[in-house]
């Protein structure tokens, strides 16, 4: 054997006590008491009087397709084509039943999505850790405003743990098929594109972006006017929307301009900013370990990427990743683990005031704190766990360099 060459033991991936903890069964009194409480969270919306404001849109525009016009003249759809079709099936329906289904579905997806969350890591429903998530779904404001908006942010909180689900298990196609069929009725998951691009799983691209490209086109050839959408939607988008909207946004280009940042500065910080996660997502991938927390953790950081930089990123968005995050806590070495995640989170548990930003309109403070924090902990936790090829710093000249020989990983995350 060469003197340079180490011989490393096998990564120790058995649970700790704490995951063994969170893994066992609950008992049926306190899983029931924690359902039932999401279910009373679920009902707070019914004391307000406009249910399902962004559902509506998009029935909107499913009926306006079926009585002959053009659904992107309406500056409010933002959706692809697809959306259109997946909302036909509600346009039957009138609006007292609405009223009344659409929180209820809302949750249903959410719920979905948690479990999902906790199955890519192994986590039976019926478990301490579920029925944790459960109560700290309830009391999370991202899920009072997803259930009182019957925003379609939900296909992507069910696609993406169930797409990190399938990675995890080696089933990068079928992970594609999930993200494409996700980004055909709303594009939140585009940024896990990049995710098929570090793993080097082809097929798995061309399935995510397949799907929603004949989707799309389908559903374009079925409507008056598709041409809309470039001409007229996307620029909307593009300029983060309007005024109404702008407030809700808590996108850095949105919200550090309110600061008084310069707009174009608040542009430059925000690029930066996201080019630094995105490096760190590459970071955290190079990392190794576990596979289900490597996908988790890099697929998440993609995200957080997009919701720092892009215009816009709204509230409800953090139903994306919290839950799959939240579930990584039965993994040794998990950035969850940190307290400095949690404390992100701390200003959207509801009832606890925060003077001053208590204002739907002021909501966007807080909810930036969010979205940077957790992209700070998963970096902070990367950069700490990165390649040892990474961990060495030459000096030469007085300027620092990296050396970029990092040692192959397996895919359970061995040196």
């Not at 608040?266 to 927390?293: D, K, Y």
């Not at 720092?308 to 950035?335: D, K, M």
Request: proline content about 7%; glycine content about 8%.
């Amino acid at each position: 054997m060469s003197p340079r060459q180490v011989t490393r033991a096998p990564e120790d991936t058995r649970p700790d006590a704490f995951a063994r903890w969170l893994r066992g069964r609950v008992s049926p009194p306190l899983l029931c008491a924690a359902v039932l409480l999401l279910a009373l969270s679920t009902g707070r919306a019914y004391g307000k009087d406009l249910i399902g404001l962004d559902n509506d849109i998009v029935v909107r525009a499913a009926r306006t397709l079926l009585d002959g016009g053009a659904p992107y003249e309406d500056k409010r759809f933002l959706y692809l084509p697809g959306a259109v079709l997946a909302a036909l099936p509600q346009t039957p329906l009138g609006d007292r039943t609405l009223f009344c289904a659409v929180p209820v579905v809302t949750a249903l997806f959410v719920a979905a999505g948690g479990v999902l969350a906790l199955r890519v890591f192994g986590v039976r429903a019926d478990s301490r850790l579920a029925a944790a998530m459960a109560v700290g779904i309830a009391l999370f404001l991202p899920f009072h405003s997803i259930v009182f908006l019957g925003n379609w942010t939900v296909l992507s909180a069910a696609g993406f743990p169930a797409a990190l689900m399938l990675a995890g298990r080696g089933r990068w196609e079928g992970a594609g098929v999930v993200v494409g069929a996700a980004i055909a009725l709303k594009p939140m998951l585009v940024p896990v594109l990049l995710l098929f691009v570090l793993a080097r799983r082809w097929w798995g691209l061309v399935w995510a972006v397949t799907v929603p490209l004949v989707v799309s086109l389908v559903a374009a050839a079925a409507m008056p006017r598709p041409a809309l959408f470039l001409t007229r939607t996307l620029p909307f988008l593009l300029h983060g929307q309007d005024e109404y909207a702008r407030p809700f946004d808590a996108s850095w280009p949105a919200v550090l301009p309110r600061l008084g940042v310069p707009h174009h500065l608040a542009f430059a910080c925000a690029g930066a900013a996201a080019l630094t996660v995105l490096w760190f997502a590459w970071l955290r991938w190079r990392c190794g370990g576990v596979e289900s927390l490597r996908v988790t953790e890099t697929a998440s950081l993609l995200m957080l990427a997009a919701f720092v930089a892009s215009r816009p990123s709204f509230l409800n968005y953090a139903l994306v990743v919290v839950p799959s995050l939240a579930a990584s806590v039965v993994e040794r070495g998990a950035a969850v683990r940190s307290v400095w995640f949690w404390m992100a989170l701390v200003p959207q548990l509801g009832g606890v005031p925060w003077p001053g930003l208590e204002n739907a309109r002021r909501h966007a403070f807080k909810d930036i704190v969010m979205y940077t924090g957790m992209a700070a902990v998963l970096a902070a936790a990367a950069w700490r766990t990165r390649p040892e090829g990474l961990r060495a710093v030459t000096v030469s000249g007085g300027s620092y360099s990296l050396r970029s020989e990092i040692e192959p990983r397996s895919a359970a995350g061995e040196r």
